[in-house]
């Protein structure tokens, strides 16, 4: 027998949530029994340092376990630099709030081939993320 609990909830805030917001989400899940929610940072990590704890606390006190999903806009193998330094930016600022929010993972899209062959990718990736994990310490 396998002994897993199984974790289900809206992508984003909950669509038929009276408030639209986080918080007002989380209200929404709760009423229909789920116990998760991706918190999804589409554009830009619209949780702050000062709103963190207010989200984390509430969906604790709600049962919700927290998942978050990096901005779409992110590739870490762009020809042009700017963008890879915001990406970059982007993974960082999701996985600091998301800490503080006791997220459960984070998931991102971290890059396209932009032109490079697989074997390119593969070593542009590295070394980028390299700089990450080494930002992360």
Same mark, same amino acid.
């Given at each position: ?66 998942? #978050? ?6 590739? @870490?193998? =762009? *020809?042009? +630099?700017? $963008?890879?330094?915001?990406? &970059? ?27 490079? #062959? ?6 542009? @990736?590295? =070394? *980028?993320? +390299?700089? $990450?994990?080494?930002?992360? &310490?």
């Amino acid at each position: 027998m396998i002994d897993m609990k199984i974790f289900l909830g809206p992508a984003g805030n909950c669509a038929t949530a009276e408030d639209r917001t986080t918080l007002g989400s989380f209200k929404r899940v709760n009423e229909l029994g789920l116990n998760c929610q991706e918190i999804e940072f589409v554009r830009k990590v619209y949780i702050t340092e000062k709103t963190a704890p207010e989200i984390r606390d509430r969906a604790r006190e709600l049962g919700i376990n927290l998942t #978050t999903h990096a901005p779409y806009a992110i590739n @870490l193998c =762009s *020809n042009a +630099k700017s $963008i890879v330094e915001n990406s &970059k930016r982007m993974i960082l600022e999701t996985l600091k709030i998301s800490e503080m929010i006791k997220s459960e993972c984070v998931a991102t899209h971290i890059a396209y081939y932009s032109g490079l #062959t697989p074997e390119q990718t593969i070593e542009k @990736l590295k =070394s *980028n993320l +390299k700089d $990450i994990f080494d930002k992360m &310490k």
